[in-house]
Protein backbone atom coordinates (compact mmCIF):
# COMPACT_ATOMS: atom_id res chain seq x y z
CA UNK A 1 0.00 0.00 0.00
CA UNK A 2 1.72 3.46 -1.18
CA UNK A 3 0.66 6.36 0.27
CA UNK A 4 0.35 8.25 -3.35
CA UNK A 5 0.28 7.08 -6.73
CA UNK A 6 2.04 9.81 -8.51
CA UNK A 7 0.68 10.18 -12.34
CA UNK A 8 3.17 11.92 -15.25
CA UNK A 9 6.26 12.93 -16.43
CA UNK A 10 9.55 14.84 -16.00
CA UNK A 11 10.87 17.51 -17.80
CA UNK A 12 14.56 18.38 -18.02
CA UNK A 13 14.83 21.85 -16.93
CA UNK A 14 17.53 23.77 -18.28
CA UNK A 15 17.63 27.15 -16.31
CA UNK A 16 19.16 30.18 -17.11
CA UNK A 17 19.45 33.24 -14.27
CA UNK A 18 21.12 35.96 -14.07
CA UNK A 19 19.97 37.57 -16.90
CA UNK A 20 20.15 40.97 -18.10
CA UNK A 21 16.23 41.28 -19.28
CA UNK A 22 14.14 38.62 -20.98
CA UNK A 23 15.27 37.52 -24.67
CA UNK A 24 14.78 39.39 -27.28
CA UNK A 25 14.35 39.06 -31.03
CA UNK A 26 17.65 39.15 -32.80
CA UNK A 27 19.89 39.52 -29.88
CA UNK A 28 22.34 37.18 -28.04
CA UNK A 29 21.34 37.33 -24.34
CA UNK A 30 23.99 36.17 -21.71
CA UNK A 31 23.38 34.34 -18.27
CA UNK A 32 25.64 34.88 -15.79
CA UNK A 33 24.11 31.27 -14.16
CA UNK A 34 23.32 27.60 -15.74
CA UNK A 35 22.18 24.90 -13.96
CA UNK A 36 19.73 21.92 -15.68
CA UNK A 37 17.91 19.80 -13.07
CA UNK A 38 14.72 17.88 -13.48
CA UNK A 39 11.12 19.46 -13.12
CA UNK A 40 7.30 18.44 -13.21
CA UNK A 41 6.76 15.42 -11.78
CA UNK A 42 10.24 14.34 -10.44
CA UNK A 43 9.70 17.74 -7.81
CA UNK A 44 6.57 15.80 -6.95
CA UNK A 45 8.40 12.11 -6.61
CA UNK A 46 11.41 13.60 -4.86
CA UNK A 47 9.76 16.56 -2.44
CA UNK A 48 7.31 13.35 -1.35
CA UNK A 49 10.07 10.69 -1.03
CA UNK A 50 12.23 13.03 1.34
CA UNK A 51 9.39 13.88 3.21
CA UNK A 52 8.65 10.34 3.84
CA UNK A 53 5.52 9.41 1.62
CA UNK A 54 5.84 6.17 0.31
CA UNK A 55 5.37 7.31 -3.80
CA UNK A 56 4.32 4.82 -6.41
CA UNK A 57 5.45 6.76 -9.70
CA UNK A 58 4.55 6.25 -12.68
CA UNK A 59 6.37 7.94 -16.33
CA UNK A 60 7.11 7.54 -19.01
CA UNK A 61 11.19 7.51 -20.16
CA UNK A 62 12.35 7.70 -23.94
CA UNK A 63 15.99 6.67 -25.08
CA UNK A 64 17.03 9.91 -25.52
CA UNK A 65 19.63 11.93 -23.65
CA UNK A 66 17.07 14.22 -21.39
CA UNK A 67 15.18 10.99 -20.54
CA UNK A 68 18.79 9.40 -19.81
CA UNK A 69 19.45 12.49 -17.24
CA UNK A 70 16.50 12.69 -15.65
CA UNK A 71 17.20 8.49 -14.78
CA UNK A 72 20.27 9.49 -13.36
CA UNK A 73 18.27 11.82 -10.87
CA UNK A 74 15.91 9.36 -10.28
CA UNK A 75 18.31 6.88 -9.08
CA UNK A 76 20.56 9.76 -7.18
CA UNK A 77 17.31 10.22 -5.19
CA UNK A 78 16.61 6.90 -4.38
CA UNK A 79 13.26 6.84 -6.02
CA UNK A 80 11.59 3.38 -6.85
CA UNK A 81 11.06 3.04 -10.89
CA UNK A 82 8.37 0.02 -10.83
CA UNK A 83 6.15 1.58 -12.30
CA UNK A 84 8.62 3.82 -15.21
CA UNK A 85 7.95 2.73 -18.42
CA UNK A 86 11.04 2.76 -20.93
CA UNK A 87 10.36 3.24 -24.79
CA UNK A 88 13.11 2.45 -27.52
CA UNK A 89 12.34 5.87 -29.05
CA UNK A 90 12.76 9.41 -27.93
CA UNK A 91 10.73 10.80 -25.49
CA UNK A 92 12.00 14.28 -24.93
CA UNK A 93 10.60 16.67 -22.77
CA UNK A 94 12.63 19.72 -22.20
CA UNK A 95 11.96 23.36 -20.83
CA UNK A 96 14.23 26.20 -21.11
CA UNK A 97 14.18 28.78 -18.22
CA UNK A 98 14.45 31.86 -18.06
CA UNK A 99 14.43 32.90 -14.31
CA UNK A 100 14.47 35.95 -12.59
CA UNK A 101 14.18 36.80 -8.73
CA UNK A 102 10.70 36.35 -8.37
CA UNK A 103 9.38 35.03 -11.41
CA UNK A 104 10.78 33.51 -14.56
CA UNK A 105 9.51 32.36 -18.34
CA UNK A 106 9.76 29.26 -20.38
CA UNK A 107 10.19 27.59 -23.43
CA UNK A 108 8.82 24.78 -23.93
CA UNK A 109 8.76 21.29 -26.06
CA UNK A 110 6.96 17.88 -25.19
CA UNK A 111 7.02 14.88 -27.45
CA UNK A 112 3.96 13.30 -28.01
CA UNK A 113 2.68 11.03 -25.52
CA UNK A 114 2.84 7.72 -26.34
CA UNK A 115 -0.17 5.97 -26.76
CA UNK A 116 -0.11 3.26 -23.95
CA UNK A 117 0.78 5.41 -21.07
CA UNK A 118 2.79 4.35 -17.99
CA UNK A 119 -0.23 6.00 -15.80
CA UNK A 120 -2.90 3.78 -17.57
CA UNK A 121 -0.74 0.84 -17.37
CA UNK A 122 -0.44 1.28 -13.26
CA UNK A 123 -3.86 2.37 -12.82
CA UNK A 124 -5.41 -1.23 -11.96
CA UNK A 125 -1.86 -2.46 -9.88
CA UNK A 126 -1.56 0.34 -7.75
CA UNK A 127 -3.33 0.30 -4.49
CA UNK A 128 -2.42 4.25 -2.42
CA UNK A 129 -3.97 6.15 -0.24
CA UNK A 130 -4.48 9.21 -3.02
CA UNK A 131 -3.61 9.67 -6.52
CA UNK A 132 -1.67 13.03 -6.78
CA UNK A 133 -2.07 14.16 -10.64
CA UNK A 134 0.97 17.09 -11.12
CA UNK A 135 -1.36 19.40 -13.88
CA UNK A 136 -4.71 20.22 -14.87
CA UNK A 137 -6.07 17.31 -17.23
CA UNK A 138 -9.74 16.65 -18.32
CA UNK A 139 -11.13 15.40 -20.64
CA UNK A 140 -11.14 11.18 -22.10
CA UNK A 141 -8.38 9.95 -20.47
CA UNK A 142 -9.46 11.47 -16.91
CA UNK A 143 -12.94 10.50 -17.37
CA UNK A 144 -11.90 6.78 -18.19
CA UNK A 145 -9.48 7.01 -15.15
CA UNK A 146 -11.84 8.32 -12.64
CA UNK A 147 -14.48 5.30 -12.04
CA UNK A 148 -11.18 2.72 -11.07
CA UNK A 149 -9.27 5.26 -9.02
CA UNK A 150 -12.97 5.77 -7.35
CA UNK A 151 -13.35 2.33 -7.17
CA UNK A 152 -9.82 1.93 -5.37
CA UNK A 153 -11.29 4.51 -2.62
CA UNK A 154 -8.09 6.64 -3.66
CA UNK A 155 -8.37 10.33 -2.64
CA UNK A 156 -8.13 12.97 -6.11
CA UNK A 157 -5.46 15.58 -5.76
CA UNK A 158 -4.79 17.49 -8.30
CA UNK A 159 -2.47 20.93 -8.83
CA UNK A 160 -3.24 24.03 -11.25
CA UNK A 161 -0.54 24.01 -13.77
CA UNK A 162 -1.56 24.31 -16.88
CA UNK A 163 -0.05 25.52 -19.98
CA UNK A 164 -2.42 27.79 -21.46
CA UNK A 165 -5.55 29.62 -19.98
CA UNK A 166 -8.14 27.52 -19.50
CA UNK A 167 -12.03 28.52 -17.88
CA UNK A 168 -14.55 26.63 -15.35
CA UNK A 169 -17.01 27.08 -18.28
CA UNK A 170 -15.29 24.70 -20.60
CA UNK A 171 -17.63 21.32 -19.26
CA UNK A 172 -14.72 19.00 -19.94
CA UNK A 173 -12.66 21.19 -17.13
CA UNK A 174 -15.79 21.81 -14.68
CA UNK A 175 -16.37 17.77 -14.81
CA UNK A 176 -12.63 17.46 -13.87
CA UNK A 177 -12.86 19.79 -11.23
CA UNK A 178 -15.77 17.63 -9.71
CA UNK A 179 -13.66 14.79 -9.68
CA UNK A 180 -11.17 16.57 -7.23
CA UNK A 181 -11.04 16.20 -3.53
CA UNK A 182 -7.78 18.71 -3.46
CA UNK A 183 -7.53 21.10 -5.93
CA UNK A 184 -3.95 22.93 -5.71
CA UNK A 185 -3.75 26.14 -8.65
CA UNK A 186 -1.33 28.84 -8.06
CA UNK A 187 -3.12 32.58 -8.40
CA UNK A 188 -2.93 33.17 -11.87
CA UNK A 189 -4.15 29.76 -12.42
CA UNK A 190 -6.77 30.71 -9.98
CA UNK A 191 -7.57 33.79 -11.67
CA UNK A 192 -7.81 32.24 -14.97
CA UNK A 193 -10.08 29.24 -14.07
CA UNK A 194 -12.39 31.21 -11.81
CA UNK A 195 -12.76 34.34 -13.66
CA UNK A 196 -12.20 36.11 -10.88
CA UNK A 197 -9.76 38.85 -9.97
CA UNK A 198 -9.84 38.18 -5.75
CA UNK A 199 -8.20 35.26 -4.58
CA UNK A 200 -10.73 34.70 -1.78
CA UNK A 201 -13.53 35.02 -4.93
CA UNK A 202 -11.58 32.65 -7.19
CA UNK A 203 -11.33 29.68 -4.40
CA UNK A 204 -15.09 30.15 -3.36
CA UNK A 205 -15.72 29.76 -6.83
CA UNK A 206 -13.89 27.11 -7.33
CA UNK A 207 -14.74 25.06 -4.12
CA UNK A 208 -18.42 25.15 -6.18
CA UNK A 209 -16.69 22.36 -7.69
CA UNK A 210 -14.21 21.15 -5.76
CA UNK A 211 -14.58 20.41 -1.55
CA UNK A 212 -10.74 21.93 -1.00
CA UNK A 213 -9.25 24.24 -2.75
CA UNK A 214 -5.82 25.36 -1.88
CA UNK A 215 -4.16 28.84 -3.81
CA UNK A 216 -1.06 29.16 -3.88
CA UNK A 217 0.69 32.93 -3.98
CA UNK A 218 4.34 33.24 -4.49
CA UNK A 219 5.83 35.03 -1.70
CA UNK A 220 3.01 36.35 -0.42
CA UNK A 221 2.21 32.52 0.66
CA UNK A 222 -1.26 30.35 0.23
CA UNK A 223 -4.87 30.52 1.03
CA UNK A 224 -7.49 27.63 1.30
CA UNK A 225 -11.10 27.17 1.70
CA UNK A 226 -13.28 24.39 2.49
CA UNK A 227 -16.87 25.22 1.70
CA UNK A 228 -16.74 26.70 5.72
CA UNK A 229 -13.53 28.33 6.29
CA UNK A 230 -11.10 30.80 4.56
CA UNK A 231 -7.56 29.81 5.73
CA UNK A 232 -4.83 32.43 5.04
CA UNK A 233 -1.15 31.99 5.88
CA UNK A 234 1.81 34.07 4.71
CA UNK A 235 4.86 32.84 2.99
CA UNK A 236 8.22 31.86 4.81
CA UNK A 237 10.82 34.92 4.37
CA UNK A 238 13.33 34.06 1.95
CA UNK A 239 15.51 35.59 -0.49
CA UNK A 240 15.18 33.18 -3.51
CA UNK A 241 17.84 32.14 -5.95
CA UNK A 242 15.28 30.78 -8.68
CA UNK A 243 11.51 30.17 -8.35
CA UNK A 244 11.11 27.69 -10.48
CA UNK A 245 9.21 24.51 -9.07
CA UNK A 246 8.28 26.36 -6.15
CA UNK A 247 4.50 25.31 -6.91
CA UNK A 248 5.26 21.51 -7.06
CA UNK A 249 6.87 21.82 -3.86
CA UNK A 250 4.29 23.81 -2.22
CA UNK A 251 1.73 21.54 -3.44
CA UNK A 252 4.10 18.38 -2.24
CA UNK A 253 4.65 19.60 1.18
CA UNK A 254 0.49 20.70 1.76
CA UNK A 255 -0.31 16.87 0.30
CA UNK A 256 2.33 15.17 2.71
CA UNK A 257 0.63 16.79 6.06
CA UNK A 258 -3.08 16.32 4.31
CA UNK A 259 -1.97 12.43 3.95
CA UNK A 260 -0.81 12.33 7.86
CA UNK A 261 -4.27 14.17 8.85
CA UNK A 262 -3.06 17.13 9.66
CA UNK A 263 -5.41 20.59 10.28
CA UNK A 264 -4.90 22.62 7.10
CA UNK A 265 -3.69 25.53 8.68
CA UNK A 266 -0.72 23.35 9.11
CA UNK A 267 -0.74 21.95 5.72
CA UNK A 268 -0.38 25.45 4.63
CA UNK A 269 2.48 25.46 6.49
CA UNK A 270 3.77 22.48 5.15
CA UNK A 271 3.51 23.87 1.89
CA UNK A 272 4.64 27.50 2.23
CA UNK A 273 7.88 26.33 4.07
CA UNK A 274 8.65 23.47 0.92
CA UNK A 275 8.03 26.29 -1.44
CA UNK A 276 9.66 28.89 -0.18
CA UNK A 277 12.62 27.11 0.81
CA UNK A 278 12.91 25.32 -2.59
CA UNK A 279 13.54 29.14 -4.19
CA UNK A 280 16.72 29.11 -2.45
CA UNK A 281 18.17 26.43 -5.20
CA UNK A 282 17.91 25.84 -8.63
CA UNK A 283 15.21 24.17 -9.63
CA UNK A 284 12.55 23.08 -7.26
CA UNK A 285 15.20 20.03 -5.56
CA UNK A 286 18.43 21.10 -4.70
CA UNK A 287 17.37 22.18 -1.53
CA UNK A 288 17.04 19.59 0.62
CA UNK A 289 14.04 19.41 2.58
CA UNK A 290 12.75 16.49 4.74
CA UNK A 291 10.77 16.31 8.28
CA UNK A 292 13.18 17.80 10.37
CA UNK A 293 14.11 20.68 7.96
CA UNK A 294 10.04 21.75 8.07
CA UNK A 295 10.72 21.10 11.70
CA UNK A 296 13.36 23.40 11.88
CA UNK A 297 11.02 25.88 10.02
CA UNK A 298 8.16 25.68 11.60
CA UNK A 299 9.60 26.72 14.86
CA UNK A 300 11.41 29.36 13.29
CA UNK A 301 8.84 30.91 10.69
CA UNK A 302 5.61 29.86 11.97
CA UNK A 303 5.93 29.60 15.90
CA UNK A 304 2.15 29.51 16.49
CA UNK A 305 0.58 28.46 13.98
CA UNK A 306 -2.65 30.02 14.87
CA UNK A 307 -1.67 33.34 15.69
CA UNK A 308 0.32 33.67 12.16
CA UNK A 309 -3.28 33.03 10.24
CA UNK A 310 -4.62 35.40 11.96
CA UNK A 311 -2.92 38.25 11.66
CA UNK A 312 -3.44 38.29 8.38
N1 LIG B 1 9.42 34.70 -3.06
C1 LIG B 1 8.87 33.79 -2.26
N2 LIG B 1 8.96 33.88 -0.91
C2 LIG B 1 8.39 32.97 -0.10
N3 LIG B 1 7.68 31.90 -0.54
C3 LIG B 1 7.55 31.74 -1.87
C4 LIG B 1 8.12 32.66 -2.80
N4 LIG B 1 7.81 32.24 -4.06
C5 LIG B 1 7.09 31.10 -3.90
N5 LIG B 1 6.92 30.80 -2.60
C6 LIG B 1 6.20 29.67 -2.03
O1 LIG B 1 5.95 28.73 -3.06
C7 LIG B 1 4.53 28.63 -3.29
C8 LIG B 1 4.25 28.44 -4.76
O2 LIG B 1 4.72 29.52 -5.52
P1 LIG B 1 3.87 30.14 -6.71
O3 LIG B 1 4.81 31.05 -7.45
O4 LIG B 1 2.63 30.74 -6.16
O5 LIG B 1 3.46 28.85 -7.56
P2 LIG B 1 3.93 28.33 -9.01
O6 LIG B 1 5.35 27.91 -8.84
O7 LIG B 1 3.00 27.20 -9.32
O8 LIG B 1 3.75 29.52 -9.93
C9 LIG B 1 3.92 29.87 -2.67
O9 LIG B 1 2.57 29.63 -2.29
C10 LIG B 1 4.83 30.09 -1.47
O10 LIG B 1 4.50 29.19 -0.43
MG1 LIG C 1 2.67 25.55 -10.50
Redesign the pocket.
Do not use: L
Given at each position: MYDIFLVGNATMDLIFSGLPRMPILGEDTFADKFEYTPGEAFINAVTMHRLGLKVAWAADFGNDLFSNLILVEVRKAGLSEAYFIHHDHPFRRVSVSASFQ?DRGFLTHYDLEPPLSATLKALPCVEAKAIFIPGLIHGLILDAAVPIVKMKKMQILMD??CPKEFSHESNSISRALKQVDVFLP???EARSLSGYENLEDAARKLSEFCPLVVL????K??LAYDRETMYHLP????N?LD?T??????SSGFVKAWIDGKPIRECLAW??IC??L??LGFGGTTFFIDEQVIKVNMAKHYPNIEISSLMM
Open positions: DGNNAKKDGEGAGITVPTGAGDCFGNGGST
